[in-house]
Nanobody
Framework: QVQLVESGGGWVQVGGSLTLSCVAS????????MGWYRQAPGKQRELVAR???????NYADSVKGRFTISRDNAKNTAYLQMNSLKPEDTAVYYC?????????WGQGTQVTVSS
């Protein structure tokens, strides 16, 4: 089993910044992709950003240029630096990791951007 612990969410004003962290532990041989999805009230869960084991990244169009994902493979940790936050970024952010054929999810962390 793989456990994920997320941290770093919270409340921030428009234009502010937050950094999310996701630490994986457990029966991990190697992690393939890591990333975050988010879900706002009444909306479907959407991919925000992902990073592969060799550092390739993908971003949702809505966050390109504002969010940066990175990972520390030695620590099994991913980070999501979120800058220039907008009210539409308000959502619960869920970290995930892909290990072989399985996907594991974090507990979710609330990000609220207020004007």
């Amino acid at each position: 089993q793989v456990q994920l612990v997320e941290s770093g969410g919270g409340w921030v004003q428009v234009g502010g910044s937050l950094t999310l962290s996701c630490v994986a532990s457990g029966s991990i041989f190697s992690i393939d992709a890591m990333g975050w999805y988010r879900q706002a009230p009444g909306k479907q869960r959407e991919l925000v950003a992902r990073i592969t084991s060799i550092g390739r990244t993908n971003y949702a169009d809505s966050v390109k240029g504002r969010f940066t994902i990175s990972r520390d493979n030695a620590k099994n940790t991913a980070y999501l630096q979120m800058n220039s936050l907008k009210p539409e970024d308000t959502a619960v952010y869920y970290c995930y990791v892909a290990v072989r054929d399985s996907i594991y999810w974090g507990q979710g962390t609330q990000v609220t951007v207020s004007s």
